[in-house]
């Protein structure tokens, strides 16, 4: 069975790690911008070897308001409603949204 990564996660990790990564695949293909020395290919191996597929707080979140019934797009919208017109109240009724969602799991 292949091991399932998480590209963006894995994308974080290897950045962290100074290596430069330019892209992940979810089966752990990665691309660098340059060919790595004996060092770096050490520390891929090491940060590819402890990554932990497991999805992040953001990504649960964004699960759960999907469940809820909020898309992507939804909260732009709300969020450049705020922003460029200063209108809390979409803000306001959406994260009751959410919140309602949320304490219901």
């Known amino acids: 069975m292949e091991n399932i990564y998480d590209p963006q996660k894995l994308t974080a990790e ?12 979810s089966i752990g293909e990665v691309d660098y911008s340059r060919d790595l020395t004996k060092a770096e290919v050490a520390a891929a191996n090491a ?4 990554h932990d597929p497991t999805p992040g707080d953001a990504v649960i979140l964004l699960e759960m308001g999907f469940k809820a019934g909020v898309s992507l797009e939804e909260v732009v919208m709300v969020l450049w409603s705020q ?12 994260a009751q949204k959410i919140d309602s969602t949320l304490h219901g799991m």
């Open 14 to 25: 290897l950045q962290a790690a100074g290596l430069p990564v330019v892209g992940v695949s």
């Open 83 to 94: 922003a460029a017109h200063a209108d809390s109240g979409a803000v306001v009724a959406l």
């Open 47 to 50: 940060t590819i070897a402890a």
